[in-house]
């Protein structure tokens, strides 16, 4: 199943990542702060790793070289990444996302870890394994982008609300989701 690369949608000026490549390369664009650029960084990184495996299953590749780069993302790609989520400043975690994505990623951890141990047993439910992996990639990394933009919309409206008015309120997480689906829906 091969899938569009990144393209853009002329009348809302989004883009529209339908790859992971096209994810890869929406991480390399410009960011707010050090973290942030650590984290697009380390969720490039996962989405390379990614779509090197599917590259490879798509391809046919042997059970064998198909098993040990599953292997390698669940035993160290998944986990280098989970430890820089982590490692994220209250900012981050303070956030109903992250918790989410956190979640996210443990349930792809699992998808590998079943898919893995089906590739090992040559059982005819390998298929089903794949596809359940495949899934739970794009949403993970979906959720890992939202994360991402919610954060840094955030920081905008911090550094905005503290240049207009130094004495102003904290804007609630819940008024800055309504705030940020209006604009996604009007657009």
Do not use: K, N
Request: glycine share 8%; hydrophobic share 40%.
């Amino acid at each position: 199943m091969t899938r569009p690369r990144l393209s853009r949608d002329p009348s809302s000026h989004l883009f529209s990542i339908q790859s992971f490549g096209g994810i890869s390369r929406f991480l390399l664009e410009s960011v707010t702060d050090e973290e942030t650029r650590q984290l697009r960084e380390s969720m490039r990184a996962l989405a390379l790793h990614i779509d090197s495996i599917l590259a490879a299953r798509r391809q046919q590749g042997g059970v064998a070289v198909l098993g040990q780069r599953v292997t390698t993302l669940c035993d160290s790609s998944l986990r280098q990444h989970q430890s820089a989520v982590t490692a994220l400043g209250p900012d981050w975690c303070a956030m109903y996302e992250y918790g989410s994505y956190l979640r996210s990623l443990g349930h792809l951890r699992d998808a590998a870890e079943h898919w893995r141990a089906a590739l090992g047993r040559g059982t005819p439910d390998e298929p089903a394994c794949f596809d359940a992996f495949d899934s739970l990639s794009w949403r993970t990394l979906g959720e890992g982008l939202l994360l991402i933009d919610m954060y840094e919309h955030w920081a905008r409206q911090g550094t905005e609300a503290t240049s207009a008015a130094p004495g102003a309120r904290p804007v609630s997480p819940l008024a800055r989701l309504r705030r940020w689906l209006r604009r996604r829906v009007v657009r």
